[in-house]
């Protein structure tokens, strides 16, 4: 069955996508109860003075002088707000209209083994290694949670720009951070639940509020743009080649310039940070990818698919954790204290991203022979099992050693 669309319905379709994804992105990003787009909330009426990671003298009433900013840098945030809303629905756009709807169905066919595989990497396997780093560097309580509320969350559309540009399975990373949207319902507040009781006691574990509308709202974020992508490569292969080279430019100005001027106006935070939380930020995102990779490599999939789970389960949705550390505390130095590993991680994950990109690309540049597609195996394994048909390359394959067993 074809299915036609006329150009004006084409344009109007892309035009409310930009509308919905910059509404969604207002309320994500300035509500009282989400991701600020500056930090006055940690503004209290008290003015006493507070020690956060061991620097002293700061004014509890503003920890971070945030409210004393020139109008100039108040607007330059703001700029970067909508730039970063506008760089999220851009990428997602490019991201669908570089996707094909079989492959996506193709994913979500019985057994979804490289699902099934992501969302064990992403609410299992990291949460654990959040928790065990918090312990081994002793964290104090509120830096771990900070540490463990990252870890909880589903997958940030980081993961499908990451994936795109080294080559990753990008109908299974979509898939994967929206299905891990759906999961956190349940996943997030179980792992906050179970790993919360080694820093906090039950009174202070029930403050803890899960953002649900939140993650719908991201859920949307993703849906929608990825699905109109989806449709104008059906409908349009020439134009949606042009959308995904556009994006993904888009992309990486919009990311580089996010990333400066965050840099520079939320340097205090930065300042205050305390080695260990460096460490744990930047070790936390290797530390995920490296064990999903591994487990997917034991499974016997594909490297494409292996590097697309590793990546899905090492990028979080950074807007998630803060929302929930925004709605389940208001004391200033609780704040300030949680609020510092999210900052630190995003910014860590964007340039370990950054690198790993241009990593890839010059091995890519100097290994010339690509990766073989390999057959479907029959179903006399769970793992290495797939109802993909052998002339698609994002088949399942099977590795050396469960060859040997057949």
């Known amino acids: 069955m074809e299915v036609v669309i006329d150009r004006r319905s084409l344009q109007r379709a892309m035009l409310l996508c930009i509308i919905f994804g910059l509404a969604l992105a207002d309320g994500v990003l300035h509500d009282d109860w989400s991701a600020p787009a500056d930090s006055s909330w940690l503004a209290t009426n008290s003015s006493n003075e507070i020690t956060v990671n061991g620097t002293e003298g700061l004014d509890q009433d503003d920890p971070y002088k945030f409210s004393e900013w020139p109008e100039w840098k108040k607007n330059l945030d703001s700029v970067a707000t909508i730039s970063m809303a506008v760089t999220t629905l851009s990428l997602m756009l490019g991201m669908g209209a570089a996707t094909n709807w079989g492959e996506v169905l193709g994913h979500a066919s019985w057994p979804p083994v490289g699902i099934l595989i992501g969302m064990a990497g992403q609410f299992i396997i990291l949460p654990a290694c959040g928790a065990a780093l918090a312990w081994a560097f002793k964290l104090t309580p509120y830096e771990a949670m900070g540490v463990l509320m990252v870890s909880s969350c589903p997958g940030g559309s980081l993961s499908n720009f990451f994936a795109y540009w080294v080559d990753g399975d990008l109908a299974l990373s979509i898939m994967m951070t929206t299905v891990s949207s759906v999961l956190a319902y349940v996943g997030m507040p179980f792992n906050l639940w179970l790993y919360s009781k080694i820093w906090m006691d039950a009174d202070e574990n029930s403050l803890i509020v899960i953002p649900y509308w939140t993650i719908l709202q991201t859920l949307f974020f993703i849906a929608v743009p990825v699905a109109i992508g989806m449709i104008i490569r059906r409908c349009h292969q020439k134009l949606a080649g042009v959308i995904t080279n556009f994006t993904g430019i888009l992309g990486w100005l919009g990311v580089i310039f996010i990333n400066i001027v965050w840099f520079t106006l939320y340097w205090p935070v930065f300042a205050n940070a305390t080695p260990l939380i460096y460490a744990c930020a930047f070790i936390l995102p290797i530390l ?111 590795c050396i050693s469960c060859e040997s067993k057949r």
């Open 288 to 398: 995920g990818f490296s064990f999903a990779y591994a487990f997917a490599l034991l499974a016997c999939r594909t490297h494409q698919v292996c590097r697309t789970i590793g990546i899905e389960t090492g990028s979080q949705n950074m807007a998630v954790a803060l929302s929930v550390i925004l709605l389940s505390y208001k004391d200033p130095k609780i704040k300030s204290s949680m609020i510092i590993f999210p900052t630190l991680y995003y910014i860590t994950l964007m340039a370990e991203m950054f690198i790993g990109i241009l990593l890839y690309l010059s091995w890519k540049k100097h290994n010339i022979r690509e990766e073989e597609d390999y057959l479907p195996v029959t179903q006399e394994t769970v793992f290495c099992t797939s109802q993909l048909s052998p002339n698609k390359p994002n088949a399942s394959a099977p």
